[in-house]
């Protein structure tokens, strides 16, 4: 394969992994913050990818490898949140301190939106969360990426 098949696929892959997030997303797994982190790098990881069916160069290789390797480490920071082995940010882990709020905010039901919990497992597959498929998943397009970039440079 040339370099810039191997960009495309890797960015196919992204766009595949980002379709199945907003497929589970309309299924009614709502996403937490994490989850949505997770998802913009793969969005660059797309772009770079249309850029590289004009421009297949070096620096559009590692682009996209440094996309996929930041929703890669998303993945892994929201799964060691999911498995307790570290906290997640307070405003989706629990933890929050509630002493700022009065009886009335307790009470009050004019919020919209339910909080969904970064540190709750919505959905897991042989053991591994989304959270922890993606990390997977975009460790191997990272290594497309990466294959792509030797190529480039040969």
Known sequence: MTARSLMILAAAGSAALLLGAYTFQALGYAPCKLCLWQR??????????????????????????????????FGIYHTGVERGWWEGPSSCSGGGDLSGLSGADMLSTETLDKVVMCDEVAWAFAGLSMASWNAVASFALACIWAAALVRTLR
Do not use: D, K, Q, S
């Open 40 to 73: 913009w790098p793969h969005g660059v990881a797309i772009l770079v990818g249309v850029v590289a069916i004009f421009y297949a160069r070096a620096v559009t290789a590692v682009v996209g490898a440094l996309a996929a390797l930041t929703t890669a480490g």
